[in-house]
């Protein structure tokens, strides 16, 4: 059983950066990928980020590439979402989500493929 808490989330203006991160409870952070997804009301939900365990190698959505950056500190159990040049379309409540094992380039996206998720933290941007 794996529980992650994510924090950083708030109100910033358009052009903004805030940084979220997702702390992880259990023994083996390591084996584990870890994804960020985000969902607006009335929206399905959508993966911006996620990173492997194996070589810590990331993907992006299109929507947030040279934006976001995503990033892992094994040693602390925690994931972590720089978010830099923040658009109002980017407000939404964003998850953090985990996985035993690894992810490629063609599943990484899958809201299935995760086995844990977060409760998530609202993220707002005023234009």
């Known amino acids: 059983q794996v529980q992650l808490v994510e924090s950083g989330g708030g109100l910033v203006q358009a052009g903004g950066s805030l940084r979220l991160s997702c702390a992880a409870s259990?023994?083996?952070?390591?084996?584990?990928?870890m994804a960020w997804f985000r969902q607006a009301p009335g929206k399905e939900r959508e993966c911006v980020a996620a990173?492997?365990?194996?070589?810590?190698?990331?993907c992006y959505a299109d929507s947030v590439k040279g934006r976001f950056t995503i990033s892992r500190d094994n040693a602390k159990k925690t994931v972590y979402l720089q978010m830099n040049s923040l658009k109002p379309e980017d407000t939404s409540v964003y998850y953090c989500?985990?996985?035993?094992?690894?992810?490629?380039?063609?599943?990484?996206?899958?809201?299935?493929?995760?086995?844990?998720w977060g409760q998530g933290t609202q993220v707002t941007v005023s234009s």
């Open positions: 989500a985990t996985r035993f094992g690894d992810i490629t380039i063609a599943t990484f996206g899958i809201p299935s493929r995760y086995d844990y």
């Open positions: 259990g023994r083996t952070f390591s084996s584990y990928a």
């Open positions: 990173i492997r365990r194996s070589d810590s190698n990331t």
